[in-house]
Nanobody, 128 residues
Framework: EVQLVESGGGLAQAGGSLRLSCSAS????????IGWFRQAPGKEREEVSS????????YYSDSVKGRFTIFSDNAKKTVYLQMNALRAEDTAVYYC?????????????????????WGQGIQVTVSS
């Protein structure tokens, strides 16, 4: 059974930092690409960042580019989202999701609807 578990959320001040972790089990980690998504109250879920497992190509939404960094530790089967220079508008429930596709620099990131496995979500609250 594939499981994705997020950790590291919580409360931060504007301008501060948090690091989210997505720990995977029940899968061959190298065969999966992981994405981070978020959903703020009253808004649709949006993709924040993703990591292609073929060559660690990264994708960032315009709203987080330059502030967030996605990276992985394959030995720990964990993908991280380092969030710096946090803003109040980063407040949301953050989800990690997995897709059994090894995408890379030659392709576009998979769309949200193609992700097969999802974590339970974790709250990130940024106070201004």
């Amino acid at each position: 059974e594939v499981q994705l578990v997020e950790s590291g959320g919580g409360l931060a001040q504007a301008g501060g930092s948090l690091r989210l972790s997505c720990s995977a089990s029940g899968l061959i980690f190298e065969d999966y690409s992981i994405g981070w998504f978020r959903q703020a109250p009253g808004k649709e879920r949006e993709e924040v960042s993703s990591l292609g497992s073929y060559d660690h190509t990264t994708y960032y939404s315009d709203s987080v580019k330059g502030r967030f960094t996605i990276f992985s530790d394959n030995a720990k089967k964990t993908v991280y989202l380092q969030m710096n220079a946090l803003r109040a508008e980063d407040t949301a429930v953050y989800y990690c999701a997995g897709i059994p596709i090894r995408w890379g620099r030659w392709s576009t990131p998979p769309p949200e609807e193609d992700y097969r496995f999802w974590g339970q979500g974790i709250q990130v609250t940024v106070s201004s």
